[in-house]
């Protein structure tokens, strides 16, 4: 393990320094795939980084609290992150569907509300939208897959639809990857408007990513879950880790918070996404580079 690398900005500087003066005082919020798993042309495939789990139930005793925000399905990041049953990590929180679902270590429970009307009515007419702009996909169940009761299916889904779209229904929202796609920028440019449309069909809103594009209800997103969790937990300092444009919103709540004397970090997991790159204050790699900056961190704060 190296040394913890250092902000490149003033602003993080002050928020690492702040961390690591009174580390009981802060949250350390990250994203799922990306950040702490490697990105993956099945995503039901990912998981976390092996020495990610460590890290984090190294740090987790030191710090206020230790909150995962997904897009995933609360129980189905537990279960590819590993997170369940985790010594040290008994009051891990992740908050799932950008902050509509919450899992808490410690009762191993999941709170969701009602799925939004709009999702089932969007999800019906995409296979027809998908068909007509040439760019048909099998779908898989990745809300099944975290319940255990259609894991083979889906993955036999994802194989059988190596080269094409694929659609990844998330229960509370869904999405349409094309990493897999013989074109993959092709076919997601090509998607974008007519998902755009369906999404504002149905009012929903359309999340675009790393070759994907997800359709969720609207007035939740990483931005929204962060400010809530920070202000229910009373966090005087605040670092959020991401990797893609899902987690500008969470950079928007961090500089927030920094205006109203909250010290912030905000750390970017790769370069693949210049939109957040360019605003973070520390810049690292990929989900190895942040498991092996979150080790270095818990062993500065056990020194203090």
Do not use: N
Not at 142 to 151: I, N, S, Y
Not at 241 to 260: E, H, N
């Amino acid at each position: 393990m190296g040394p913890l690398p250092s902000p490149s900005t003033p602003a993080g500087t002050h928020g690492l320094t702040a961390l690591l003066a009174h580390p009981a005082g802060a949250i350390v919020a990250l994203d799922f795939d990306g950040t702490l798993a490697e990105i993956v042309p099945d995503p039901e495939q990912a998981r976390a980084h092996p020495r990610a789990v460590p890290a984090l139930a190294a740090l987790a005793p030191h710090v206020a609290s230790i909150v995962v925000i997904t897009g995933r399905p609360a129980e189905l990041a537990v279960k590819f992150g590993g997170f369940a049953g985790v010594p040290g990590l008994d009051h891990l929180v992740v908050l799932g569907h950008y902050g509509a679902e919450r899992w808490d270590a410690a009762t191993g429970t999941v709170r969701a509300p009602a799925p939004h009307p709009g999702v089932s009515a969007a999800r019906a007419e995409l296979p027809a939208l998908l068909d007509g702009a040439g760019h048909a996909a099998t779908q898989g169940t990745a809300q099944g897959t975290a319940q255990g009761t259609a894991q083979d299916t889906a993955q036999g889904t994802a194989q059988d639809t190596a080269q094409g779209t694929w659609i990844e229904d998330k229960g509370q929202a869904f999405a349409v990857h094309t990493r897999r796609a013989a074109d993959p920028q092709a076919a997601f440019d090509t998607l974008r408007a007519p998902l755009a449309a369906l999404a504002t069909r149905h009012g929903l809103v359309l999340e675009p990513g790393r070759m994907v594009l997800e359709l969720r209800p609207p007035g939740v997103d990483k931005g929204v879950a962060l400010t809530k969790y920070a202000e229910e937990s009373g966090a005087e300092t605040v670092l959020y880790a991401g990797d893609d444009l899902g987690d500008l919103p969470a950079y928007a709540a961090v500089d927030t918070l920094r205006a109203k004397g909250h010290p912030g970090l905000l750390v970017c997991s790769g370069t693949e996404v210049p939109e957040l790159s360019t605003r973070a204050d520390l810049t690292l790699p990929g989900p190895a580079a942040v498991a092996d900056f979150l080790a270095a961190l818990a062993q500065a704060v056990s020194r203090t």
